[in-house]
């Protein structure tokens, strides 16, 4: 088992930054590739982010690519998501999840088995 804990999440206006912090235990990250998903209300989650366990690739989604960076700290077993130049259209409950090595895809919700409790962003235009 590993347990996840968000952190960072927060109010801000548009067009400014936040930087979230997903920390794990029980688990090294470094086994691991992770991703990072949000949820507005009345909406599926959607796929954001994600590292692989080396932090040699990433992946985003379309909606935020250019503007989010995902980062690993293996060291410290925290994955990261800086976001910049934010939209009220970002604000969501962000979830960080860590992905199994049988998953086919970084995608979809399940490719991801373990997840932390959310951290609430709010953008305010």
């Known amino acids: 088992q590993v347990q996840l804990v968000e952190s960072g999440g927060g109010l801000v206006q548009a067009g400014g930054s936040l930087r979230l912090s997903c920390a794990a235990s029980g688990r090294t990250l470094r086994r691991y590739d992770m991703g990072w998903f949000r949820q507005a209300p009345g909406k599926e989650r959607e796929f954001v982010a994600a590292?692989?366990?080396?932090?040699?690739?990433?992946y985003y989604g379309d909606s935020v690519k250019g503007r989010f960076t995902i980062s690993k700290d293996n060291a410290k077993n925290t994955v990261y998501l800086q976001m910049n130049s934010l939209k009220p259209e970002d604000t969501a409950v962000y979830y960080c999840?860590?992905?199994?090595?049988?998953?086919?895809?970084?995608?979809?919700?399940?490719?991801?088995?373990?997840w932390g409790q959310g951290t609430q962003v709010t953008v305010s235009s």
């Open positions: 999840a860590v992905r199994p090595t049988y998953s086919s895809t970084y995608y979809y919700e399940r490719d991801y088995a373990y």
């Open positions: 590292i692989t366990l080396s932090g040699s690739s990433t």
